[in-house]
């Protein structure tokens, strides 16, 4: 006689998970989007020893390196944006290749895929960002910030700060003037 | 395990066909994104205050809509705590420079004028969503966002 067997795969799946994370004592919460929430810092060849059991059961933990990758892209560029040393764009790609030990070309691609920007447009931005607090701060002329972002003239500092953000450093610097007297204004009033 | 999340949308506009061109620019772009329209201030203010809506990423917001209007919503918006991280993008047929100044000292971020052609209008959707990204996605400074295009 033969059976007809139904599989509920979802269920079949969150067992298995379930019974390998009860077996390791581990704290955790299994949510409906295949994910998996572990509620403790799980130290990593711990994670490779989870990893390989579920492997075994036709189950994977996808970590998504690409996101990590990227985490530590935008960390370097922080870095190279903060120190006041020389920064030239032309070679930042040999900087981030060397230090993040992948071909600019893999680093380029997977950046772009995740943040849906180029590491050349991310550079020019926090580079704005940076202008754009200095100026808020107010203690700088623009002369000082242009240089101290290695801008070759405040001319070039305007242009691609108007280019990113469609304001000169003179009327974003009004606005946030304004504003912040508003603030100071609406405050006392109360 | 974390995908690229879907970017979501809400427009607020009184005129139908705009409604329309801004869901199909949407349509086509690369991002993975769902847009929402509401057709008023009122309707606007109600939607966002309803506990059950998830909060938008982006908003666009007319100036000029009937019953209550974008510059109405835009200082009521700004003084509700969990709308803090919604990005405001005026969106108004008008160029006036106080129209302008009134709406980023009002706590706007983007100031978009409504182009006349789809393909420009989806070309500068797509700078404001690459852009708004990142605030979401690399702590930048929400204060000192403002983008006039």
């Known amino acids: 006689m033969i059976y007809y067997l139904k599989y509920d795969v979802q269920a079949i799946c969150k067992r298995l998970v379930q019974e390998q994370l009860q077996n390791l004592g581990i704290n955790y919460s299994l949510l409906n989007t295949n994910e998996l929430d572990i509620n403790q810092a799980l130290p990593n060849d711990f994670l490779h020893a989870l990893n390989s059991n579920l492997v075994k059961l036709g189950i994977e933990i996808v970590s998504s390196q690409k996101s990590i990758l990227v985490q530590k892209i935008k960390d370097a560029i922080m870095e190279l944006v903060n120190q006041e040393d020389k920064l030239i764009l032309s070679k930042t790609s040999h900087y981030l290749a060397k230090i993040l030990n992948h071909s600019y070309r893999y680093l380029s691609g997977t950046f772009s895929e995740i943040t849906y920007t180029t590491i050349e447009n991310y550079i020019i931005l926090q580079k704005i960002e940076k202008a754009k607090d200095m100026i808020a701060a107010g203690e700088l002329t623009f002369t000082e910030i242009a240089w101290k972002l290695n801008y070759s003239s405040v001319a070039h500092l305007s242009m691609q700060f108007k280019n990113t953000t469609g304001f000169t450093p003179t009327l974003f610097k009004k606005i946030i003037t304004q504003k912040k007297n508003n603030l100071i204004l609406d405050t006392v009033n109360k | ?149």
């Open chain 2, 1 to 149: 395990m974390i995908k690229n999340e879907i970017i979501r949308i809400l427009l607020a506009d009184d005129d139908k066909d705009d409604r329309t061109d801004f869901i199909e620019a949407f349509e086509t772009l690369k991002i993975a994104t769902t847009v929402e329209t509401v057709k008023n201030g009122i309707e606007l203010m109600k939607y966002l205050n309803e506990p059950s809506t998830i909060i938008p990423h982006l908003l666009f917001l007319d100036l000029n809509m009937p019953k209550k209007s974008g510059l109405e919503c835009l200082v009521e918006i700004k003084k509700i705590k969990k709308l803090k991280n919604l990005t405001v993008v005026i969106y108004s047929t008008s160029s006036s420079e106080k129209d302008i100044d009134d709406t980023f000292l009002n706590g706007a971020n983007v100031y978009l004028k409504k182009p006349a052609h789809l393909i420009v209008l989806k070309k500068t959707l797509l700078h404001i969503l690459t852009i708004d990204w990142q605030y979401h996605t690399s702590g930048l400074n929400r204060e000192n966002y403002l983008l006039h295009l």
